[in-house]
């Protein structure tokens, strides 16, 4: 099992560009998650899906737009990058019920200028 | 909302015991987490404790909960250099969601 991965590692943007990131777990979860990471500000939630078919606002949501596409995967978007957009974004996934561990995918490091 | 508070950063000697202490808000907390962060890497669970328990020990990880003061703690002994990385305590707030802290950098030196 590959577990999450997420696409692309690395991204420079212009400010007003649009990017997708792209995220896919193969463990049969049933939510997923995006987050941003920020130095010293810990993880922010940004929008998360609780089941295939339905999203939900977290914490931090202005400026992006989420897509849950099947129960694989879930996909972040930003339609017109900002500097403030400018961070490490973590996609994860969990089993609903249980201990609720999240599981991380390895990140997705975005600039822009 | 109130935030999960964690130190940012600590720094032992290698062979030491590190202690990274957390608290956190909420007391109907079914569930609290320690998750490791490495270099360039995302976040992995390294242990959880549930809220019925005072302690847990798995290794050279120990984990202290004091529902009282809202109180978590990790202990990991015999410290090695590959055990820096940033530490994240959360709980679930009887969500399914996590609420993290903002990392407790350890860093490990000879």
């Known amino acids: 099992n590959a577990g999450v991965t997420q696409t692309p590692k690395f991204q420079v943007l212009k400010t007003g560009q649009s990017m997708t990131l792209q995220c896919a777990q193969d463990m049969n979860h049933n939510s997923m998650y995006w987050y941003r990471q920020d130095p010293g500000m810990g993880l922010r939630l940004i929008y998360y899906s609780a089941s295939e078919g339905t999203t939900d606002k977290g914490e931090v949501p202005n400026g992006y737009n989420v897509s849950r596409l099947n129960k694989r995967e879930f996909s972040l978007r930003l339609e017109s990058a900002a500097p403030s957009q400018t961070s490490v974004y973590f996609c994860?996934?969990?089993?609903?019920?249980?201990?609720?561990?999240?599981?991380f995918g390895p990140g997705t490091r975005l600039t822009v200028l | 909302g109130e935030d999960v508070e964690q130190s940012l950063f600590l720094s032992v000697r290698e062979g030491d015991s590190s202690v990274i202490n957390c608290t956190y808000t909420d007391s109907s907390s079914t569930y609290l987490y320690w998750y490791k962060q490495e270099p360039g890497a995302g976040l992995q669970l390294l242990t959880y404790?549930?809220?019925?328990?005072d302690m847990k020990q798995d290794q050279r990880l120990t984990v202290l909960l004091n529902k009282k003061d809202k109180h978590l703690s990790l202990r990991i002994a015999d410290t090695q250099t590959g055990d820096s990385a940033i530490y994240f305590c959360a709980e679930n707030r009887g969500s399914y969601i996590p609420t993290f802290g903002r990392g407790t950098s350890l860093i490990v030196h000879p």
């Open positions: 404790i549930f809220s019925n328990m």
């Open positions: 994860a996934s969990s089993p609903l019920g249980s201990t609720d561990t999240q599981y």
